[in-house]
T-cell receptor, first 111, second 115 residues
């Protein structure tokens, strides 16, 4: 079974700190790795995504780091803000039509 | 654009009842999908469609039927609801040439409780 393992389940970070969420995968055919952000009562929304031809992608305060040999990728949120408090899901896909999601990380940024 | 819309927002069913969860999008997206979200389980793909008349199964298709007669609509049918189908259901869509490998736009979700 294709799996994406996400950790930690929950994370508390002080305002201004760095939030780090990690994911590991098994299927070497995966070639698309997005992160989705979900606020309570809302549907998920794409935050940032990476393909395995690069090791890092940065968009504003959000960075994906990708380690192909270790089959791991992570989301870094710099200068974390209370408005970043949400649940974050990593995912991985191979081919075009199915994504496998991690189980999610609930991030709380405290003032 | 309304984006992806879902109805109803909340539904209570009794075991054995049937119902249809509605999903519509006005972005002319070819790819549409249904996920269920359960606590601690992430999002799991139920069914997806790459265009009108074309559907396929995802990770957890049992107990659910879909059809796609138009580009805009992708309803999800529960023929005989079971308590295990209590969940939050999300519909999503994206451009056809990327399918799930491009930005998926999610609807607001339908919360279903099966007693």
């Amino acid at each position: 079974q294709q799996q994406v393992k996400q950790s930690p389940q929950s994370l508390i970070v002080q305002k201004g700190g760095i939030s780090i969420i990690n994911c590991a995968y098994e299927n070497t055919a995966f070639d698309y790795f997005p992160w989705y952000q979900q606020f309570p009562g809302k549907g998920p929304a794409l935050l940032i995504a990476i393909r395995p031809d690069v090791s890092e992608k940065k968009e504003g305060r959000f960075t994906i780091s990708f380690n192909k040999s270790a089959k791991q990728f992570s989301l870094h949120i710099m200068d974390s803000q209370p408005g970043d408090s949400a649940t974050y899901f990593c995912a991985a896909g191979a081919g075009s039509y199915q994504l496998t999601f991690g189980k999610g990380t609930k991030l709380s940024v405290i003032p | 654009n309304a984006g992806v819309t879902q109805t109803p927002k909340f539904q209570v069913l009794k075991t054995g009842q049937s119902m249809t969860l509605q999903c519509a999008q006005d972005m002319n997206h070819e790819y549409m999908s249904w996920y269920r979200q359960d606590p601690g389980m992430g999002l799991r793909l139920i069914h997806y469609s790459v265009g009108a008349g074309i559907t396929d199964q995802g990770e957890v298709p049992n107990g659910y039927n879909v059809s796609r007669s138009t580009t805009e609509d992708f309803p999800l049918r529960l023929l005989s609801a079971a308590p295990s189908q209590t969940s939050v259901y999300f519909c999503a869509s994206s451009y056809s040439w990327g399918g799930a490998m491009e930005t998926q736009y999610f609807g607001p979700g339908t919360r279903l409780l099966v007693l």
